[in-house]
């Protein structure tokens, strides 16, 4: 897959594709829908095929105090993507300029001009261009009259229910992660490169990997058992790390994902992960610098602040003794 930021980068010999436009966030089993039924429209049209979306999305340009924690920041996104074989992500800045394009400006600079679309994938709830004037019977009416088709994206109910990135972050927030696992069909999980923190976790007795995670919100906080896998990242496609045998790494842990609330400091969202039996630094044992991938697989407690480092510390012990149990069990 191949990722393109901005219409002066799509390729001076693009000769046309089958596009989708959306977030994307999370790439929930209603989005695995739409990916599917993009790729069985490329393969009839004999095209590529395009996914579109925005940075910053619409709603956090226009009110970014009120717009919702993302399920998965670009990076993670763009792996999902990248699983399900789209040719291309297409990245439009969502900007002042942007914003003030009027439909008709949309449909002859981005879908005609810019991509050279013959068919597009679209919710019938669909709203661009200035105001949002622009909607699915003006697109129908634009490819009527340029030579492309427009495609209503099929609604993906689950339990009788539309499966949709709000569900998603309502179950994490509730933490039913088994149901959002099933939305998402797959565990929920986030990941990122290991940086330097304040190194406090080593100080007493509980080394943690700070996962910086390239986000504003978090859909969820507290202490969760995990799992971690390092994974490897090139060009838009991730991989476990192997062992010598051809094995898969896998470790179990316990991880807080939240604001830090204990230790003096600027509150930002972090994930900072215990990993169960990993040799320390003097032997060997380094992550920095390292991608890992972090399944959550069970809430132990809220987040929370405490009076001391001690009783922080009391509180790491019984938080890594719980999720032993829970994984022995």
């Avoid at 986000?215 to 010598?244: F, Q, W």
């Avoid at 959550?296 to 987040?303: A, G, N, P, T």
Wanted: glycine share 10%; net charge negative; charged share 25%.
């Amino acid at each position: 897959m191949r990722l393109i930021r901005g219409l002066y980068n799509i390729p001076s010999d693009f000769s046309g594709c089958v596009a989708t436009i959306g977030n994307f966030d999370g790439v929930h089993l209603g989005h695995q829908a739409i990916l599917q039924q993009l790729k069985k429209q490329g393969e009839e049209h004999g095209l590529p095929t395009v996914v579109m979306m925005f940075e910053p999305q619409p709603r956090e340009f226009f009110a970014p105090d009120k717009a919702p924690a993302r399920l998965a920041n670009m990076s993670e996104k763009l792996q999902d993507l990248a699983s399900f074989g789209i040719d291309y992500v297409l990245c439009l800045p969502f900007n002042q300029k942007l914003r003030s394009m009027s439909a008709d400006q949309f449909i002859q600079t981005i879908l005609l001009d810019g991509l050279k679309i013959s068919h597009l994938i679209i919710g019938d709830d669909f709203r661009f261009g200035c105001d949002r004037t622009g909607d699915y019977q003006l697109l129908q009416q634009a490819g009527e009259e340029f030579g492309f088709s427009v495609e209503d994206t099929k609604t993906f109910e689950l339990d009788g229910q539309r499966v949709s990135s709000t569900r998603v972050r309502e179950c994490l927030k509730a933490n039913d992660l088994d149901s959002a696992n099933k939305l998402l069909g797959r565990p929920y999980r986030m990941s990122g490169r290991i940086g330097y923190g304040r190194q406090l976790g080593r100080t007493i007795g509980a080394p943690t990997a700070n996962v910086i995670l390239q986000r504003n919100k978090l859909p969820m906080t507290g202490v969760y058992a995990v799992k971690v896998v390092e994974i490897s990242v090139s060009a838009c496609h991730e991989s476990p790390v192997l062992d010598e045998a051809g094995e898969i790494i896998e470790w179990q842990g316990v991880a807080n994902v939240g604001v830090k609330p204990t230790v003096a400091g600027i509150p930002e969202p972090s994930l900072e992960v215990h990993i169960f039996d990993f040799p320390s630094l003097e032997k060997g044992g380094n992550l920095y610098g390292k991608r890992l991938s972090v399944e959550f697989c069970q809430k132990i407690r809220e987040e929370q602040k405490f009076e001391g480092l001690e009783a922080l510390k009391a509180a790491i012990e019984n938080d890594m003794k719980t999720a032993r149990d829970l994984f022995n069990n």
